[in-house]
Structure formats: structure tokens, C-alpha cells
T-cell receptor
């Protein structure tokens, strides 16, 4: 079973608020990812990290920011939430120790369903 | 570049029917990894299986089976004797050897009616 946790599970906030979505994993994985997904729709990569102090933007432009100060922690921040940010946010992690290594699947947290009113 | 195509947007079956979910992938790498995930209504993605490009053995796990064919770049997923609890969105994903980032298909929504 995957040891990756997201909080909060559900969040309803007002427009203009600053929020941070938390993601932590206890598997020691070096790679971490944030995906945005509208209900039942495809996943869009918005941020990823190869390791501590390494963050990159994903395919989908996002107004959010991320940080990776510790291996196990990869929070996502929205400085000023808007209704267009309403979505589900999924955090994932994986470990790649080299070609042919078996630990290559990404494990996902339960997601945060964000509603901005 | 890597790409995953799940042409079936939604499949509806009656319980106990067999159902196959299609997945076609594109990659230029000779080493790559294929995955299937299940996303139930609760929202989390549950990892189901991983296949390496150098291992074309098909796999069966209970009612689930996977057919990997490099000749057609396909990695199809079959559920035998479907059950209502199988209702979910299923995602196929690809990670090429040169990239650490998995690419997901658009997902196939499976609805199993009692």
C-alpha cells in the first residue's frame, strides 16, 4: 500500500484566499508530481520535482507554485484562489534507481478536491 | 515524445460480462514502462499493474488480465465476469526510459450495471 498523504481531502474557500495543499510521502521517493484533474477527466501535470530543491512546471500552465525543501514533502500553493482553480489536485511520487529497476510506478495520494466560491 | 491513446471514452456493460479496455501507446524509446490505474468514484488512483518493454508476457490476476503486444503498440486490459465494484475510470500510462514523467491516457469510464 502506498504511503503518500494529502491534506486536506476537501476544501471550500473564498476567492482571493491563499491556500496550501499538503503532500507527504514516507517511501523516500525522489520524484514527486502534482496533477490537476477535473472530475472524470484526464490528468494534467502541473508541477514535478526530481529531488530536494528541484522543481519544474508541467505541461499545463498553472498559477500555483511548489517547493521541495525536504524529500518527503511537496506542498502546492495558490497565492490568490479563483473559481477557475476549482478542481481535484492529485499528488504522486515515484522512485527510479536506474534502467530496468522495478520501482518505477507512481503512487498517488487520495487527492484534494478544491472548490473556490 | 510519448503518447497514450485510450479511444474508448465510456463503456457500459451488464454484470458478469467480459470487457476489454484498449490502450495504444507511442514512444521512440526501446526501454519503456506501461501501467494501468483504476480511479473509483472516491477519486484516488490505484495502481494495478506495470509492464516493462522487455517483458511481453501477458499477466492474469484473478479476474484481471493484460495483453501486451509490442507489434501493435498495445497494452489492453480485460476484466472477466465484471462486477459493479469494477465501475471506475481506468487510466493507461507510459513512462519512456528517457523520461521520469509518466504520460497518461484520457481514461476510459467503465460502468457496470447490476
Amino acid at each position: 500500500e502506498a504511503d503518500i498523504y494529502q491534506t486536506p481531502r476537501y476544501l471550500v474557500i473564498g476567492t482571493g484566499k491563499k491556500i496550501t495543499l499538503e503532500c507527504s510521502q514516507t517511501m523516500g521517493h525522489d520524484k514527486m508530481y502534482w496533477y490537476q484533474q477535473d472530475p472524470g477527466m484526464e490528468l494534467h501535470l502541473i508541477h514535478y520535482s526530481y529531488g530536494v530543491n528541484s522543481t519544474e512546471k508541467g505541461d499545463l500552465s498553472s498559477e500555483s507554485t511548489v517547493s521541495r525543501i525536504r524529500t518527503e514533502h511537496f506542498p502546492l500553493t495558490l497565492e490568490s484562489a479563483r473559481p477557475s482553480h476549482t478542481s481535484q489536485y492529485l499528488c504522486a511520487s515515484s522512485s527510479h534507481l536506474g534502467q530496468g529497476d522495478g520501482n518505477t510506478e507512481a503512487f498517488f495520494g487520495q487527492g484534494t478536491r478544491l472548490t473556490v466560491v | 515524445a510519448q503518447k497514450v491513446t485510450q479511444a474508448q471514452t465510456e463503456i457500459s456493460v451488464v454484470e458478469k460480462e467480459d470487457v476489454t479496455l484498449d490502450c495504444v501507446y507511442e514512444t521512440r524509446d526501446t526501454t519503456y514502462y506501461l501501467f494501468w490505474y483504476k480511479q473509483p468514484p472516491s477519486g484516488e488512483l490505484v495502481f494495478l499493474i506495470r509492464r516493462n518493454s522487455f517483458d511481453e508476457q501477458n499477466e492474469i490476476s484473478g479476474r484481471y488480465s493484460w495483453n501486451f503486444q509490442k507489434s501493435t503498440s498495445s497494452f489492453n486490459f480485460t476484466i472477466t465476469a465484471s462486477q459493479v465494484v469494477d465501475s471506475a475510470v481506468y487510466f493507461c500510462a507510459l513512462r519512456s526510459g528517457g523520461s521520469y514523467i509518466p504520460t497518461f491516457g484520457r481514461g476510459t469510464s467503465l460502468i457496470v450495471h447490476p
